[in-house]
């Protein structure tokens, strides 16, 4: 229950991080486990402790019960640091428009105006055809020499550990600080929330009109038919 004092809760949590980290039980009570702090990460989302803590705990624990090419990107990041699940992602598959979204949304030095909130969905999916088309094959990089490895902090302290994870019993790069893929999707975020920015001020004024005709038409072209106005078609009908 939310509306308890998370001091209780995390009295909790503490068992449940020892029980995965330090007792390393089965891949399904693991599973298990994620689930657990999941909701427990819901049920708190108003405490910037809890989603701290339980965030830390998510990502490593996601990391342990989940295939790499099954990890899903991550839109929405609550820490300073990018996810780790999102640095093993991208140190290990290619750059698609997907991932490389990922890794400039969960960024510290990502600069984002207002369009780019207020239109988050379109934002996303412009963002996404914008890149698909400047590099269809996703994004090549030069992988440093440096290793992806973090360490946890259990919330209780008492217990901390370092994770190094690999495939196929070889070390993962360490792509997270290159400053190239983030200069460049900076630049088409840049370009996405330029051309959103009209959109964005109608709905400002007019926070109900998404579907109207005047919505649809300030709409950049290639998202129109992905986000159709039912106004129009009843005027086409």
């Known amino acids: 229950d939310g509306s308890y004092n998370p001091g209780y809760m995390f009295l909790y949590f503490y068992g449940l991080e020892r029980r995965f980290f330090v007792d390393d039980p089965s891949v399904e009570e693991k599973r298990d486990l994620l689930a657990e702090v999941r909701r427990l990460s819901q049920v708190f989302d108003g405490n910037r402790s809890a989603q701290r803590y339980l965030g830390e705990f998510i990502q490593l624990a996601v990391v342990s019960t989940t295939e ?14 990018l996810p780790f699940s999102v640095k093993l992602a991208i140190g290990t598959q290619p750059l698609s428009a ?3 979204l990922s890794w400039f949304l969960c960024h510290p030095e990502k600069s984002l105006r207002t369009s780019a909130k207020r239109c988050a969905e379109e934002f996303r999916i412009l963002f996404k055809l914008r ?3 400047r590099f269809p094959e996703g994004l090549k990089v030069t992988k440093p020499r440096k290793m992806l490895e973090t360490r946890y902090q259990a919330a209780s302290r008492e217990f901390e550990g370092s994770v190094k994870p690999s495939v196929d019993g070889k070390p993962i790069p360490d792509i997270s600080s290159l400053r190239k893929p983030i200069e460049i999707a900076q630049e088409i975020a840049d370009e996405v929330m330029e051309d959103l920015e009209k959109f964005s001020r109608y709905l400002g004024r007019t926070p109900d009109g998404r ?3 005047e919505a649809h038409a300030l709409l950049p072209a290639e998202l129109r038919e992905m986000f159709p106005s039912e106004e129009l078609e009843n005027i086409k009908t």
């Open 68 to 81: 790499i090419g099954d990890i899903s990107p991550v839109f929405d990041n609550h820490g300073w640091d």
């Open 98 to 100: 997907d991932w490389v």
């Open 131 to 133: 890149f698909s088309e």
């Open 211 to 213: 579907g109207s005709v």
